[in-house]
Structures are given as structure tokens and as C-alpha cells.
């Protein structure tokens, strides 16, 4: 069974750092691009950022570019999104997800509150 457990979400001030974990279990992790999604209160969801199975290259939404970064962990099956220079607009439920055999499959997601 695919599982995906997000976690590091909290409440950090305008301009702090946060560092969201992804552990993933069930199936080949290596092997699959994995994405970070988020939905903040209200709004639909916004896909951030995506990493190549290898972790050699990742893409980002332009509005995270340069304070973002994704990068993953293959031996230990563990995805990271490192979040810097927070905005209140960054405030959102963070999901990992990837596509397998033609199926999404998401995590439970960690909130994230950008607030003074």
C-alpha cells in the first residue's frame, strides 16, 4: 500500500524558514518524480514543485522560484521541500503526491501558517 506522511508544517513569522519531510513507504520510490501541491484556506489546489526520480532536476510554480527548494533522499525514501523567505501567502496545506500506474496518490498533508 502506497503511503505518503508529510510533516515539519508550523507557524513561522514573515521572512523564516520551514523544512516539510515526506516519508513514503509501499512502493519503489526511486523510481517515481515525486510534486509538492498546496491549498491554501479557500483557494484550490496549487501544484509547487515537482523532482525527478533521480533528484537530479526540479521545476517550481513561479511565485516560489529562488526561495523554494525540493530535493529528496532515495536511500532513506524521503522527499523535502526546504522553504525559505516565507510569505503570508505561502500559508497553505502542503501535500507530496506522485503518479503511479496511471493513479494520484497524496498525503494526509501538514499545515503551514506564515503569520506575525
Known amino acids: 500500500e502506497v503511503q505518503l506522511v508529510e510533516s515539519g508544517g508550523g507557524l513561522v513569522q514573515p521572512g523564516g524558514s520551514l523544512r516539510l519531510t515526506c516519508a513514503a513507504s509501499g512502493f519503489t520510490f526511486s523510481s517515481y518524480a515525486m510534486s509538492w501541491v498546496r491549498q491554501a484556506p479557500g483557494k484550490g489546489l496549487e501544484w509547487v514543485s515537482v523532482i525527478h526520480s533521480s533528484g537530479g532536476s526540479a521545476s517550481y510554480v513561479d511565485s516560489v522560484k529562488g526561495r523554494f527548494t525540493t530535493s529528496r533522499d532515495n536511500a532513506k525514501n524521503t522527499l523535502y521541500l526546504q522553504m525559505n523567505s516565507l510569505k503570508p501567502e505561502d500559508t497553505a496545506v502542503y501535500y507530496c503526491?506522485?503518479?503511479?500506474?496511471?493513479?494520484?496518490?497524496w498525503g494526509k498533508g501538514t499545515l503551514v501558517t506564515v503569520s506575525s
Open positions: 503526491a506522485t503518479r503511479g500506474n496511471g493513479k494520484d496518490y
